[in-house]
């Protein structure tokens, strides 16, 4: 059975500082792994995933991500956080089985403070 | 191009009542799963239909199944609602023939009093 962890349900940072949201996951097979965002009364969209090419994932909106197989971690990073950013993110997780359902995490609400 | 789209966005029903709530998905994609977001929490997987039949199962039960029609549309019903039945419903699409990228619509808000 797979599972991911989002350490910290609530982060805080000022504008222009590091956005650092954590996540770790447990999986049985090699795993697939996403980052998602949601905004206030709306849908998931994907910022960036990894599929076992290279372990440093870039996204959209200036995010990033690192897969580091020896810590099972898929750490979010952005090096400015601007107003903009403010909002739930989830990690999640799928194997390499046809329905390559999500299992996703408790989200982590980002609060960008002026 | 566009994205996944649901309807309704938003549905008040009664304890007990039926529910149908629907899903097209994105041009090019023939692959619907659905999941359940409630309050506070992350989504979690209802089932994924692929080729109009349910592929893969949650941990959901019976009360909750579903239908894909051959223009790879969607449908959730849910009997005999409860109260934690209340909750945000998600559809994703996607491609089978290619990356695992899955496209979420913006969801249908139930309620259940």
């Known amino acids: 059975a797979q599972s991911v962890t989002q350490l910290g349900s609530h982060v805080s940072v000022s504008e222009g500082a590091l956005v650092l949201l954590r996540c770790n996951y447990s999986s049985s097979v090699p795993p697939y792994l996403f980052w998602y965002v949601q905004y206030p009364n709306q849908g998931l969209q994907l910022l960036l995933k990894y599929t076992s090419a290279a372990t440093l994932v870039k996204g959209i909106n200036g995010f990033e991500a690192e897969f580091k197989k020896s810590e099972t971690s898929f750490h979010l990073t952005k090096p400015s956080a601007h107003m903009s950013d403010a909002a739930e993110y989830f990690c999640?997780?799928?194997?390499?089985?046809?329905?390559?359902?999500?299992?996703f995490g408790s989200g982590t609400q980002l609060t960008v403070l002026p | 191009d566009a994205g996944v789209t649901q309807s309704p966005t938003h549905l008040i029903k009664t304890r007990g009542q039926q529910v149908t709530l629907r899903c097209s998905p994105k041009s090019g994609h023939d692959t619907v799963s659905w999941y359940q977001q409630a309050l506070g929490q992350g989504p979690q997987f209802i089932f994924q239909y692929y080729e109009e039949e349910e592929r893969q199962r949650g941990n959901f039960p019976d009360r909750f199944s579903g239908h894909q029609f051959p223009n790879y549309s969607s449908e959730l019903n849910v009997n005999a609602l409860l109260l934690g039945d209340s909750a945000l419903y998600l559809c994703?699409?996607?491609?089978?023939?290619?990356?695992?990228?899955?496209?979420f619509g913006p969801g249908t808000r139930l309620t259940v009093t």
């Open positions: 999640a997780v799928s194997d390499a089985g046809s329905a390559r359902q999500l299992t």
């Open positions: 994703a699409s996607s491609d089978s023939g290619s990356s695992y990228e899955q496209y």
